[in-house]
């Protein structure tokens, strides 16, 4: 028979004492979470972003963001989060959203003025 | 009176079409969410961190993070996530995670022979 130190966790590790199984198994599941908490957080970006290319405002907010990383830190800090790290999270994160939103502002170019994707403009 | 454009949303931002409010307050709340689970998330990694340092076990562990970069990836196309974001949130999650097991294990390192932290051994 194995013995304790023989266990698998969710994600199919063996040969792992026990505390550290244990321990993986909560960070699988905060995984988890978190993934589904950015799949959730990218919908509404997307949404801003839609929203954002119709009315032709730009990509990037430096003043909403500024207001997000005072406020991430501070909650960080309650939580006990290093806040420097909370705050290139959220870069880490709004970068990739930038990156949405000036695609979907290039596809409404696009659809708006369909000659963008041709060499030249309508003559 | 002010009209439905002018309001003010959980960050005190105004001059923000209602639309792009409702949507913005969404994902401050989802930011709390995701800032309380990477605290979690750190907590665990710390009491890893710690184990591993007394195992003396490297803070690294490339088969681990490649069984967990397979789930998250297949975790983020479900919930309609790009699976190579997820993976490099995984990679800077991580990054982060060694960093701090790297500190723990000097630290204990240096409760074991604190003639390191002196500049010669002991002879």
Do not use: C, Y
């Not at 830190?73 to 959220?90: H, N, S, T, V, Y």
């Amino acid at each position: 028979m194995l013995a304790g130190r023989h266990r698998h966790t969710l994600s199919g590790v063996t040969d792992v004492p026990p505390e550290l199984a244990d321990l993986r198994s909560s960070i699988d599941n905060i995984d988890a979470a978190l993934i589904h908490l950015l799949a959730e957080r990218f919908k509404a970006t997307q949404r801003v972003g839609i929203l954002k290319a119709g009315w032709r405002l730009p990509p990037a907010d430096p003043a909403r963001e500024e207001t997000q990383i005072t406020r991430l830190r501070a909650l960080a800090k309650e939580a006990g989060l290093d806040p420097i790290f909370a705050e290139k999270f959220l870069s880490f994160v709004v970068a990739e959203v930038i990156r949405h939103h000036e695609a979907i502002a290039e596809t409404a170019e696009v659809r708006a003025a369909p000659w963008l994707r041709s060499e030249s403009p309508p003559t």
